[in-house]
């Protein structure tokens, strides 16, 4: 069995996708105290909560796989698009230290799918640079939630996954296969849902627009300060962590019983974590951060399943 080591673990998607696939996880590392309570609730490993700059890794027990999904806010539109200038760009450069410490037969990195576009690709050049001059052959993907995962989410992704190279061994690697989209929005919602604070009211500023716009079951919308756009794909949109500032940024439905916002339990599901994942009782508006901070846990199974196959080739 591979041993795994996750930094920026949050509530543990990847590290839950890489369990499913029969991997053994050692240690993860998070620093929001929130996350850490979400994880601790599902995961019974060292799970350690500290800045990701005061760990030392060659203190942490090797492991053969690393995972990261690092700070994307550099890389994302809806960033400042600074790159390497961000400091929270450099954190791919920290991730790097980690990687040249534990020396990992393989990894898995993950981030928003402009790192490939960012600074006309300069950005994702330096980065895979820098990871083949230190020995691993890389392997990259923009991949979509509702492609692979059979789960009506509009969530585009880019995955980097790197093996180290052994004695000149010709590494293969394949991402997962496309899959149909047979599942509706319908299959992630709670049906009985009655909690009075997800439902919006007559006197809220707004609820006229709403009650005009918001007219089918079978489709998200979302409000937008000023407009309710309506997603005709049938596919909720990609979860994001500012869900959790305001409630024009959680996506909304109609139910038998009124207009309601997405819960924050019905944000997991859309990110394929199973019913019986424990959320602990905080803040909506943290459960919601963790939801659109999270990745989706049955397409990061795939891709471990996948890993495991190339690493049993190279390594037997």
């Excluded at 691993?136 to 492609?147: A, G, V």
């Excluded at 604070?197 to 079951?217: A, H, N, R």
């Amino acid at each position: 069995m591979y041993t795994l080591g996750s930094l920026y673990a949050g509530v543990g998607g990847i590290c839950y996708g890489f369990k499913k696939a029969g991997v053994e996880l050692v240690w993860a590392n998070e620093y929001d105290r929130f996350a850490c309570q979400t994880y601790s609730l599902n995961f019974d490993h060292n799970l350690i909560q500290k800045d990701i700059w005061e760990l030392n890794p060659k203190k942490l027990d090797r492991i053969d796989i690393l995972t990261a999904g690092f700070p994307c806010q550099p890389f994302s539109i809806a960033g400042y698009r600074k790159g390497f200038e961000d400091e929270r760009g450099n954190h791919f450069f920290r991730v790097l230290e980690y990687i040249k410490t534990q020396r990992p037969k393989a990894f898995l990195l993950e981030n928003v799918k402009n790192l490939l576009s960012h600074d006309r690709g300069n950005t994702f050049k330096v980065i895979k640079e820098s990871l083949q001059f230190h020995g691993y052959e890389i392997f990259f993907q923009i991949m979509n939630t509702k492609d692979y995962c059979n789960i009506p989410q509009n969530r585009e992704r880019i995955f980097i996954v790197g093996f180290s190279k052994v004695n000149g061994c010709k590494i293969e690697f394949r991402f997962p296969e496309k899959v149909k989209l047979i599942k509706t929005i319908s299959d992630f919602i709670e049906k009985k849902q009655t909690v009075e604070k997800y439902f919006y009211k007559p006197e809220w500023y707004g609820y006229k627009d709403l009650t005009k716009e918001v007219v089918s079951f079978n489709t998200i919308y979302q409000w937008r300060r000023h407009y309710v756009r309506v997603n005709k794909s049938n596919l909720c949109p990609t979860l994001t962590a500012n869900m959790g500032t305001g409630g024009h940024n959680v996506p909304i439905i109609k139910t038998e019983s009124g207009i309601r916002k997405l819960t924050p339990r019905e944000c997991f599901l859309f990110q394929g974590f199973s019913k019986s994942f424990k959320l602990p009782k905080i803040s909506d508006s943290h459960l919601y951060k963790q939801a659109g901070n999270s990745v989706t846990v049955p397409l990061i199974e795939k891709i471990a399943k996948e890993m495991i196959v190339t690493l049993s080739r190279v390594y037997g």
